[in-house]
Every structure is written in C-alpha cells, then in structure tokens.
Nanobody, 123 residues
Framework: HVQLVESGGGSVQAGGSLRLSCAASGVTYSTRCMGWFRQAPGKEREGVATINVDGSTSYADSVKGRFTISKDNAKNTLSLSLQMDSLKPEDTAMYYC????????????????WGQGTQVTVS
C-alpha cells in the first residue's frame, strides 16, 4: 500500500520558519527521485525542491537559499523534509510531497505518487 503523508504545515508570520515532513511507505522510495511541490489558490502547481537518490538537490529559484530539502532512508520507508526559512507571503500554498517513478530527477521527471498536502500560510 503506497502512502505519503505530509505534516508540519501551519500559519506563520513573514520571516518565520516551518518544517514540513513526509512519511513515505509502500514503495522503495530510496531508489526514487522525491520532491516537494506547492499550489496556491488560482495558480498552477509548481515544483519547489527535489532530492535525488544520491542526495543531490535542486530548488526553484524562488526558494533558493531559504528552503532545504532532505531525506532519511530506512528499509521500505522514507522520511522527506522541507525546512522553510525566511518565509514570505508568496510562499502561502498547499504543499505536497511526491515520489517519482524512477531515480530520474531532471526537468521532465514524472511524479507518480502524491500525498494529500499540508497547508502553509504566511502573513
């Protein structure tokens, strides 16, 4: 049973920090590209950060230097995190954890498993 469950969202003032977590189970996520995405009301979903099998990371320009993606592998489970610092009102969105279909983490990577999302509101 594939499952990704996000937690850690909430409301924070501009300049504050939040740490999102995603518990992933049911698939060998250690061999897949993992990522965080977000969608604000009235806007398209956008990629925030990805982390490759080897731990290499990639970030959207809008969050570089402020957000940090990390992961902790365990047998058949994975904990994915997103540390968000210096938050801005434009970071307000629903944030989703996602798992790729393979190790590939490039621009055309396909993400096949998604969590339900956790809301982040910055005022």
């Amino acid at each position: 049973h594939v499952q990704l469950v996000e937690s850690g969202g909430g409301s924070v003032q501009a300049g504050g920090s939040l740490r999102l977590s995603c518990a992933a189970s049911g698939v060998t996520y250690s061999t897949r590209c993992m990522g965080w995405f977000r969608q604000a009301p009235g806007k398209e979903r956008e990629g925030v950060a990805t982390i490759n099998v080897d731990g290499s990371t990639s970030y959207a320009d809008s969050v570089k230097g402020r957000f940090t993606i990390s992961k902790d592998n365990a047998k058949n489970t994975l904990s994915l995190s997103l540390q968000m610092d210096s938050l801005k009102p434009e970071d307000t969105a629903m944030y989703y954890c996602a798992a790729g279909g393979s190790w590939y983490c490039g621009p055309s990577a396909e993400f096949v498993h998604w969590g339900q999302g956790t809301q982040v509101t910055v005022s």
